[in-house]
């Protein structure tokens, strides 16, 4: 008996609570592993059958099973009593279930003569084989006499408690075939516990000695009908042979009855119970879809289509309105053992498709009950096939039993499912239906709670892309590329924000900002904060009184507003840059000259929301080619570590050099979360991220001049601008450029007070033209008519005009338009620089 794990034996153990057995190997002794075909023939025969039974593998393949096994059937009174003398009601024969007159698992005490030893008294399991395949019956046989040490008391309640568990890599030829066909013949384990168990067994190198009862495999004898069941099977038999008691078989009969119904419903509400425990360990849609499939194959049905409706499948809202013949139903999932390939042509997964009328699966979704057929015959399947074009599901379906389920969540049909089993297999009866629905009850809750999770993730994601600007990747004097991702901690929205604002003078403000916290709130708070800066930007505000504005703004919005904030201000043409900080990171900047990265010493200031400290703007120079970055702490922050590492890895990632700026962005991003993040989880926080390439803006593409407050000025503004593109090469832009200066400047000089009309032109790959005057007023477009003198002249701007605006400065404001050049120009203007 004394055996290594290396032997490969096929072993059984005891289940917890019971007592080890003596063996030289606790807990393990040999176990005889049997499979029978069909037509009763043994098909597979291990060397623990050897021992047990006596035949060689060579002389037991292809032989009846009951002449290898010639067991004395079940055990009565006269043959076995426990311990305390009563009849032990152990087991039913297993000389029928050899000869297929079983359909459920079961497990029974019988005995056997040994030549050697004389009798030998034989606990054995048998496993009903659901599948394509040849297999019908699984039996394992252990001597039960080595379950016992000598002079030991166990009552029946602890031998019941054995349970078998043997290994998948015996000494056969065939082992392998059998573990990977584990989830056809088993109907109780699906591919997933299949290829843990197998995996168990090839890594730790011996048999499986015991398997969770929630794996359900093997089989235990409590599993299926208890044995006081079978019991009375017998006892029932017996009375109706000798026909002495009618009045006690009839008795016997329906107390019979009244068990097996008992122990169809407890085996359906563990079912239940398991699926529950097994579905909705996730909120993602399509995990929880493929959970619900794979939890009813094989051991419930052999196949399950799943199909959901559109508005499900999108993650919008709750589908409006009953579903009809134009409703499309998205196949989601399906889930078979039948032989691969089999359904994947006529009906493969992720197609959308509406259901006719007259279909069982159309009656389903309609009236939100299940529909039972307990036999498709080939009549009603053609029929059935037939309302479908372009496809034949007729041999997919015919002489099958099927059962369509309606997902269902608050009354609404969210889904169905599609449920058939074999010919050779029982049929659906109505008890299944009732499973089949409480299954479907409790899939519709956990699908209705993953869409409503799809949903309002949904609504986050849009909410934070709209609150996001859609950047233009070139402004005036400089070129730009954003990323932002989205925090993984508290759902996919957050309060980490970035902007780029056109500002007179051909100048770009840069911001960066971050609210602290996660969230909708989060979120909705960036969206006031942003809104305010781009206001207030448009006024031209400095960028230290924007930030003390924002912070008062902050305080009157409410105690919760706190946020840091970097505003910077580039000037391409004064080729600096004037910063603000609100307790934001620093920006890192790349010189272009020497390749070399440095984070700028700013004044770090108080976060934006804390009141009452006062913030310092500084001004630095840059040259041509430059790259700032600006980033949020989420880029660079790491719980536990300090922010310095961080920093440093920025500055020394924005340093690499890169073929376009997206692909500098990438690579900064996949170099800190590289750096940072390695073995400690990845990102939590949200990341905003802006890079901008400072081209700046040659003398040679600019021309200023200062015009005196006098009608006739106009004039001369004209001829200035022709004479100027046409220095520029750019004539065919002259009288459109012409129209506009004339219009723009005529407002200046009639508005002006005391001060010069400020004309000037940059060129870049627009024209943009700017007049500047001492007029606070901004000018409005006004509805005009016939007979009005005034008025017309913004609307002639707007019309031509690629883009135009005003803004307010400190001694003024500034009337701008922009003005698309020739493709030509803009190509050669791009190669200059």
């Not at 384990?189 to 929630?214: C, D, F, K, N, T």
């Not at 495999?217 to 019991?231: A, I, L």
């Not at 219009?743 to 002006?752: F, G, K, L, P, S």
Request: aromatic share 4%.
């Amino acid at each position: 008996m004394e055996r290594g794990p290396s032997h490969g034996d096929d072993m059984v153990s005891a289940a917890p609570g019971v007592p080890a057995p003596r063996d030289p190997a606790p807990g393990r002794i040999p176990l005889a592993v049997v499979v029978v075909d069909s037509r009763g023939l043994v098909s597979h025969w291990s060397r623990g059958a050897r021992r047990l039974f006596g035949p060689s593998r060579e002389e037991a393949v292809g032989a009846p099973a009951v002449e290898l096994m010639p067991v004395s059937g079940a055990l009565g009174s006269d043959e076995w009593r426990g311990p305390d003398g009563a009849e032990d009601p152990h087991g039913p024969d297993l000389e029928s279930a050899l000869g297929g007159e079983t359909s459920y698992p079961r497990a029974g005490r019988a005995r056997t003569a040994d030549p050697e030893r004389g009798r030998v008294d034989i606990l054995w399991w048998a496993y009903p084989l659901v599948g394509p395949g040849p297999e019908r019956l699984l039996v394992l046989a252990a001597d039960a006499g080595q379950l016992h040490s000598e002079g030991e008391e166990r009552d029946g309640r602890d031998r019941e408690r054995y349970a078998p568990g043997f290994a998948l890599h015996t000494d056969f030829p065939g082992s392998q075939e059998l573990a990977r066909r584990l989830p056809d013949i088993l109907p109780s384990m699906s591919p997933q516990e299949s290829a843990r168990i197998v995996s168990q067994v090839l890594e730790l190198g011996y048999p499986v000695l015991e398997i969770s009862q929630q794996e359900r495999f093997p089989v235990t004898p409590d599993w299926g009908v208890p044995r006081r069941v079978e019991r009375r099977a017998r006892l029932l038999r017996a009375a109706s042979e000798e026909a002495a008691d009618p009045r006690a078989a009839a008795a016997a009969a329906a107390e019979l009855e009244s068990d097996l119904e008992y122990v169809a419903v407890r085996e359906r509400l563990e079912f239940l119970n398991e699926v529950s425990g097994r579905i909705g360990s996730s909120l993602d849609l399509a995990r929880t879809i493929q959970e619900v499939s794979e939890a009813v194959v094989p051991r419930f049905t052999d196949v399950a289509g799943t199909y959901l409706r559109e508005q499900v499948i999108a993650g919008e809202g709750f589908p409006d309105g009953p579903p009809d013949t134009t409703t499309m139903w998205h196949r989601v999932a399906l889930e078979h053992n039948d032989e691969p390939g089999r359904w994947d042509d006529v009906v493969p997964v992720g197609e959308s498709m509406p259901f006719p009328a007259h279909t069982p699966f159309f009656q389903c979704m309609t009236t939100g009950e299940p529909v039972l057929i307990p036999r498709i015959s080939e009549e009603m399947g053609n029929a059935i096939a037939g309302q479908f074009e372009k496809r034949d599901i007729s041999p997919l379906i015919n002489l099958r039993s099927m059962l369509v389920v309606p997902l269902k969540a608050r009354n609404v049909v969210l889904g169905f499912m599609i449920l058939l089993r074999h010919p050779e297999r029982v049929e659906f009866n109505d008890m299944d239906r009732v499973t089949g629905a409480e299954l479907a009850a409790r899939a519709g809750l956990v699908l209705d709670n993953a869409r409503m999770y799809t949903y309002q993730e949904n609504v986050a994601e849009t909410l934070q892309d709209s609150m996001l600007p859609h950047i233009e990747p070139r402004m005036a004097g400089c070129d730009t590329a954003t990323r932002y991702l989205p925090g993984t901690r508290l759902g996919r929205v957050g309060g980490d924000w970035f902007d780029t604002i056109k500002l007179p003078g051909s100048r770009t403000a840069l911001v960066v900002g971050d609210v602290m916290g996660h969230g909708l709130n989060s979120a909705a708070m960036m969206g006031q904060l942003r809104t305010a800066v781009q206001t207030m930007a448009a006024i031209d505000m400095p960028p230290a009184q924007l930030l003390r504005s924002l912070d008062d703004l902050a305080q009157r919005l409410g105690d919760n507003y706190l946020a840091t904030c970097l505003y910077v201000v580039y000037d391409p043409i004064g080729s600096r840059l004037t910063i603000a900080n609100a307790g934001h990171i620093p920006p890192v900047v790349v010189r272009a000259a020497d390749g070399r990265s440095e984070l700028l010493d700013l004044p770090t200031g108080a976060p934006i929301g804390v009141g009452g400290v006062p913030f310092e703007a500084v001004t630095l120079p840059v040259a041509p080619g430059d790259r700032l970055v600006l980033c949020t702490d989420g880029l660079v922050e790491v719980r536990g570590e300090d922010i310095g590492v961080g920093l440093a890895a920025l500055a020394e990632s924005a340093a690499h050099p890169a073929a376009s700026m997206d692909d500098a962005c990438d690579m900064i991003i996949r170099s800190l979360a590289a750096t940072l993040n390695e073995g400690r989880g990845g990102r939590k926080d949200d990341v905003a991220l802006l890079m901008a390439r400072l081209n700046g803006i040659e003398r040679a593409d600019v021309a200023e001049w200062r015009l005196p407050i006098a009608a006739s000025e106009v004039s001369r503004a004209r001829r200035l601008v022709r004479d100027q593109l046409a220095v520029w090469g750019l004539e065919s832009a002259q009288d459109t450029a012409e129209l506009l200066v004339s219009e723009v400047v005529t407002n200046a000089v009639r508005h002006a007070h005391t001060q010069h009309v400020v004309l000037r032109l940059v060129r870049t790959d627009a024209l943009l033209c700017e007049v500047s005057d001492d007029d606070h007023s901004l000018p409005q477009l006004l509805s005009v008519r016939d007979d009005d003198e005034f008025g017309r002249g913004l609307r002639v701007v707007s019309r031509l005009a690629r883009e135009w605006g005003t803004s307010r400065t400190s001694t003024g404001k500034t009337v701008w338009f922009e003005q698309t050049l020739p493709r030509s120009r803009r190509g050669s203007r791009s190669n200059m620089r």
